[in-house]
């Protein structure tokens, strides 16, 4: 794997690739995108409408551990950009397998997605549809090499993969965007805010509440990258160690904040920010 992804690297124009990519759904008369307005989705979604126009929808899931600032990231992606975009209820916070936050928390919760978008694709193809309108997703070749148990919900659901079909990797993806110009080129990766509460912990709608305002208090100081963990009473911040300053400048007013959501305890981790760091328990 590590191979190949070091010859798609050093060969990956951003031309060719978007070319492929347009090629990948020009080949199919129909597109549904599962759509988060992160990165890997917006790209899929803008290059579906680029190749198939109206015939392309994209689906927005929305949920309590949607961050709002996310939610209307990506409405505006979409109205910006002319892509038809249809926003779709998920109950996943119902299923309790999902609320008690064991490792397979992803798995349920793509499930529903999954479900939830087939049901709608049934109502927006009708009964003329000679085949289902295939529906994709943004999983990439790096995702591959991570624990991603949304992975497994996606294979059973016979969702579509174009990134890994064509094997593309995050890079990659990301110089497409640079090529097109679009604003998702730069934007952190930004997972669901149930990610921030340790394994084994149960996801309530007042912990994912707690997480959302902690998080747009620290990003409305300036910081671009950042999470904060879920552990109880104690939070746990982190940042890329070049911020650990804004942090500590303003370390009075996060006390204070943190501890009004209800935070017993405020911790800055000293190893920085690490995209998927409760899963190293695992």
Request: overall charge negative; charged content about 35%; hydrophobic content about 35%.
């Given at each position: 794997m590590g191979i190949v992804t070091d010859k798609i690297e050093r060969?990956?124009?951003p031309q060719l690739c978007a070319e492929k990519l347009d090629d990948y759904f020009r080949a199919q008369q129909h597109a549904i995108i599962a759509y988060s307005g992160g990165v890997d989705s917006a790209l899929l979604a803008y290059a579906a409408h680029r190749a198939l126009a109206d015939d392309m929808v994209a689906v927005l899931a929305d949920s309590p551990s949607l961050a709002r600032r996310e939610y209307r990231f990506a409405v505006n992606f979409a109205q910006n950009h002319g892509i038809p975009l249809q926003v779709i209820r998920t109950r996943e916070m119902e299923n309790p397998k999902y609320q008690v936050n064991r490792s397979d928390r992803c798995y349920h919760c793509k499930k529903a997605l999954f479900e939830n978008i087939a049901a709608l694709r049934k109502q927006l193809q009708g009964s003329s549809a000679i085949a289902p309108w295939p529906i994709s997703y943004g999983v990439n070749m790096d995702?591959?090499?991570?624990f991603r148990p949304g992975i497994q919900a996606a294979s059973e659901a016979?969702?579509?993969a174009p990134y890994v079909?064509?094997?593309f990797t995050k890079q990659t993806i990301r110089s497409i965007c640079t090529y097109y110009n679009l604003e998702v080129a730069e934007k952190p990766a930004m997972p669901c805010m149930a990610s921030r509460i340790a394994y084994g912990k149960e996801v309530t709608e007042e912990k994912l509440c707690q997480i959302e305002k902690a998080?747009?208090?620290?990003?409305?100081?300036?910081l671009k990258v950042l999470r904060v963990r879920h552990h109880g009473d104690t939070a746990r911040?982190?940042?890329p160690p070049p911020d650990f300053a804004v942090?500590?400048?303003h370390q009075e007013t996060i006390r204070l904040k943190f501890h009004d959501l209800g935070f017993v305890y405020v911790s800055l981790d000293l190893d920085g920010f690490?995209?998927?760091s409760l899963n190293a328990v695992l």
């Open positions: 060969n990956a124009d995702d591959l090499g991570d016979s969702i579509q079909e064509l094997e998080e747009d208090f620290l990003y409305d100081l300036g911040i982190e940042v942090i500590l400048n690490k995209s998927g």
